[in-house]
């Protein structure tokens, strides 16, 4: 338990910390980039993202059979498990270096027609430097998956906050001196093997993880397969929602759209990371409780009491979004970027439902029954391609856009809640119902703050304006909040900390 709580405090810690980063590190990274530059490094990047779904959703499976076999005691069973997850890794990494030789020899037929001679020249390198970071990841991803498994948190975390604070650090240098997109590329690829490399320390010399060899469990095999091959799905999913836009609107728009359209994805993956981070840590304790045998009751008021908790957090961060997403883009990337405000804000909006519902997933991982929700997204996710390149097209990044909020709300938002509600057992209605007890609050809230700004004439673009009315906004919302909307465990868990530091 204390692994679980100080797993998801140091996640948040993580993530405000990439943010504070990201405040500083990502204008000047722009700037000093500028917007083809930037441009092609993230259409290079989601290219490649493509070949993460490679993983077949091995990792999520070493996980959960990590945590059941602990659960049952069978430690052998498990050595076994890990050597044979390693063979085929190694296999995937080969597979990998293939699929991105395929890649870079057709760089040139895809994007000639909107990039010049230069910039796919450099786009070859770098899809060439991410193929092996990628390659080299995959039977070394083990390690990482056998550390969750075993509710080893803390480390982890705190290896992932040393190598965000890092990474920009050396990448500033680099951009100082004069190097571009290729150079962050290679120092990405570097800060990843590092990491790597230590996963496997800890694995091998801190809990003394062996890996046995040789012993090739058809019976297992097929059963992991059954399991992987629905979270592949999704896997897939995930790179068509949020790559294929980049890659859309390289080959119809170019570079510069490319740019646009990143900035508001990167906006919206920083949204999605500060839910996961609470139920990122559940999937082992969620396991356990399945092979115990706990009731659909139990179940549900866990997603509904961590519903709760995520949307504390979701709210907040929609709700500061809406006021002031607009002129922070504009201080924080620049006037070119304005449009990714309103795309941003699209997916925040379709997010927010699956956001604050994210255990349903591991609900669903644990009892092995990923197969609808898989199905169901990968053929909404299919239909959001084709319609993305329509509204490539006809209306640029908004076009895309579109097409994949209306995707996620389809799928992710009325579906699911529906198959939870009827094939899980899920109370989804308790759950809307506490979400909209929740929900006043901000509503009011953020219609009085807009009133408010626009009857002053509130100069958000002066940054001493800005930040003093973020200032402003963050007490009042926080005050009204807690009194308004949080119930008494809710509050206890946030007091709760600063209690134990004071006695």
Same mark, same amino acid.
């Given at each position: 338990?204390? #692994? ?209 060899? +040789? ?23 995930? =790179? ?9 609107? +390289? ?55 961590? +519903?709760? !908790? #995520?949307? !504390? ?43 604050? #519902? ?8 644990? =009892? ?55 094939? #899980? ?65 809710? =509050? ?12």
């Amino acid at each position: 338990m204390n #692994q679980l709580k100080a797993g998801a405090a140091l996640s948040y810690v993580s993530i405000g910390l990439n943010m504070m980063v990201g405040l500083i590190y990502t204008p000047y990274m722009l700037r000093m980039l500028g917007q083809s530059e930037y441009g092609l490094y993230s259409l290079a990047a989601s290219i490649v993202a493509y070949l993460t779904v490679l993983d077949l959703g091995f990792g999520n499976a070493i996980v959960r059979y990590t945590a059941k076999f602990r659960a049952e005691g069978k430690e052998r069973k498990q050595q076994e498990m890990f050597g044979m997850f390693f063979l085929l890794y190694i296999g995937i990494g080969l597979i990998a270096i293939v699929a991105g030789f395929f890649l870079v020899l057709n760089v040139e037929r895809m994007f000639s027609v909107n990039m010049t001679a230069a910039e796919v020249s450099r786009t070859r390198i770098m899809l060439w430097l991410m193929t092996f970071n990628l390659a080299f990841t995959f039977p070394m991803s083990i390690w990482g998956s056998i550390m969750t498994a075993y509710e080893c948190f803390v480390f982890q975390r705190l290896v992932s906050i040393v190598r965000s604070v890092l990474n920009p650090v050396v990448m500033v240098l680099l951009l100082v001196i004069g190097y571009k997109a290729v150079a962050m590329v290679v120092v990405t690829t570097l800060f990843n093997v590092v990491t790597l490399l230590i996963n496997f320390y800890y694995c091998r010399y801190k809990i003394h993880i062996k890996v046995c060899f +040789g012993h090739f469990n058809p019976i297992l095999l097929k059963e992991v397969v059954i399991y992987s091959f629905w979270i592949f799905l999704n896997a897939i999913m995930d =790179r068509i929602y949020w790559s294929t836009g980049q890659f859309v609107l +390289g080959i119809y728009r170019g570079t510069v759209t490319v740019a646009v359209y990143s900035v508001a994805v990167q906006l919206t993956q920083m949204f999605m990371m500060f839910s996961t981070a609470i139920s990122g840590v559940f999937l082992p304790k969620i396991t356990a409780m399945v092979a115990r045998g706990g009731s659909e009751c139990e179940i549900s008021d866990l997603f509904i009491r961590t +519903g709760r !908790i #995520q949307y !504390i957090v979701m709210s907040f961060i929609l709700s500061s979004f809406i006021v002031f997403g607009r002129p922070f883009i504009e201080l924080w990337a620049g006037n070119a970027y304005e449009e990714a405000y309103y795309i941003a804000l699209l997916f925040f909006f379709v997010l927010l439902i699956p956001l604050i #519902q994210n255990l349903g997933i591991t609900i669903l991982q644990a =009892r092995n029954q990923m197969r609808f929700r898989s199905a169901c997204y990968v053929v909404i996710a299919v239909c959001s391609l084709f319609f993305s390149i329509y509204g490539a097209q006809k209306w640029g990044a908004m076009g895309c856009a579109y097409a994949t909020a209306g995707a996620l709300f389809l799928g992710q938002g009325l579906v699911m809640n529906l198959y939870y509600n009827r094939k #899980q057992g899920i109370d989804i209605i308790r759950f809307w119902y506490e979400i909209a007890k929740m929900s006043v609050m901000p509503m009011v809230f953020v219609a009085t703050s807009l009133w408010c700004m626009d009857y002053w004439e509130v100069n958000l673009i002066s940054p001493m304006v800005f930040i003093g009315a973020v200032a402003l906004f963050v007490a009042v919302y926080a005050l009204l909040f807690w009194f308004a909307s949080m119930n008494a465990f809710e =509050r206890n868990l946030f007091v709760a900390p600063f209690k134990k530091i004071g006695k």
